[in-house]
C-alpha cells in the first residue's frame, strides 16, 4: 500500500510538472498570438505570466524585450534581451535588436559591438549595418558610417534611409557632389522623407542653387511648420536670393522656436 501511495505520488509530480510547463508554453503562445496582432501590452501580460509559470525560456524574454521596444519602452526591453543573452541566446536578431534598443537609449558606442555580433552571425542582414552607420553618424565617424551605409545598399538597394544618411555624411565630409546624389537617390525611392529633403536642400544652398534649395526647404516647412533647422536654412536661403520680407518672416518665426536674437537681423528687418 505504501508503495503504491508512492508511485501515486511521484505520477502525479511529473504531471504537475508537464501542466506547469505546458501552462507556461500555453500562455507563451498567447502573447505571441497578441504580439502578432501588434497588441504589445496584451502580449507582455501573457509573457509576464508564462515567466511567472516557468522563467526558463530565453526565447519568452526575447520576445517580451521586442514588444516592450515597440512601445518605445526601451530601458524595459534592455534587462530582458540581457537575460535572454545570458541564458544562451545567440542569434543575430537577438544582437540586433539589443543594439537598436542601446541605439534609441543613446548608447551609440555600447550599440556597435551589438551590431558587430549580428553582422557577424548574418552577414547578409542589411538592417544591422544601417544602425551600426547611424550609430557611427551620431559619434561623427564619417568614414566608417558612409561604409556601413554602403554595404546596406548593396544588400538592399531599396534603402531610402541608406542613401539618405550616406548623403548626410558625405555632406558632413563635404563630399556635395556625392552628397546629392544620395539625396537624389533617397527621394526617388521615397520622395516623402522630411530629412532628405532637408539636407538636399543644405546641399543645394552649398552649391548655389538656392532657387533648388527653397524647393526642398518649402517642403520640409510644408509638412513640419516648426522644423527649426529648415526655418533657419531657408531664412538663410531667402536672404541670398534678396527676399528680404520672406528672411525676415523666417527670422521672426525662428525666434518663436528657440533661435537666438541676431542683431545684424534686426537691424535688417526694421
Not at 507556461?24 to 509559470?53: C, P, S, V, W
Not at 544618411?165 to 520622395?191: H, I, T, V
Not at 548655389?208 to 513640419?224: M, P
Not at 536672404?239 to 527670422?251: E, I, M, Q, T, V
Request: hydrophobic share 35%; proline share 2%.
Amino acid at each position: 500500500m505504501k508503495q503504491l501511495t508512492l508511485f501515486t505520488f511521484c505520477i502525479l509530480f511529473v504531471v504537475f510538472g508537464y501542466c506547469q510547463i505546458r501552462t507556461a508554453t500555453f500562455y507563451a503562445e498567447k502573447g505571441k498570438r497578441q504580439a502578432q496582432l501588434e497588441h504589445y501590452t496584451e502580449a507582455i501580460k501573457y509573457y509576464d505570466t508564462a515567466l511567472n509559470i516557468d522563467s526558463n525560456s530565453s526565447l519568452v524574454y526575447f520576445h517580451r524585450g521586442i514588444c516592450k521596444a515597440r512601445l518605445n519602452n526601451y530601458s524595459g526591453a534592455l534587462p530582458d534581451y540581457n537575460k535572454a543573452i545570458a541564458m544562451g541566446e545567440n542569434s543575430y536578431d537577438i544582437y540586433y535588436n539589443r543594439g537598436v534598443t542601446k541605439f534609441y537609449l543613446k548608447s551609440y558606442e555600447d550599440a556597435i559591438p551589438d551590431f558587430d555580433k549580428s553582422i557577424s552571425l548574418n552577414p547578409k542582414f542589411p538592417d544591422a549595418f544601417l544602425f551600426r552607420g547611424y550609430s557611427k553618424e551620431f559619434l561623427k565617424n564619417w568614414t566608417e558610417a558612409i561604409s556601413d551605409f554602403t554595404a546596406a545598399i548593396d544588400l538592399n538597394p531599396q534603402t531610402a534611409d541608406g542613401y539618405g544618411n550616406r548623403g548626410f555624411c558625405y555632406l558632413r565630409s563635404q563630399n556635395y557632389q556625392e552628397a546629392l546624389k544620395d539625396l537624389d537617390k533617397s527621394l526617388a525611392l521615397d520622395s516623402t522623407l522630411i530629412q532628405s529633403h532637408n539636407i538636399r536642400g543644405q546641399v543645394k544652398a552649398i552649391l548655389e542653387d538656392y532657387n533648388g534649395a527653397l524647393e526642398d526647404l518649402n517642403y520640409v516647412i510644408s509638412k513640419d511648420p516648426d522644423h527649426k533647422e529648415a526655418v533657419y536654412n531657408r531664412m538663410v536661403v531667402r536672404l541670398r536670393l534678396n527676399d528680404r520680407a520672406g528672411a525676415c518672416k523666417d527670422y521672426r518665426k525662428g525666434l518663436t522656436l528657440g533661435e537666438k536674437v541676431n542683431d545684424e537681423m534686426e537691424a535688417y528687418c526694421k
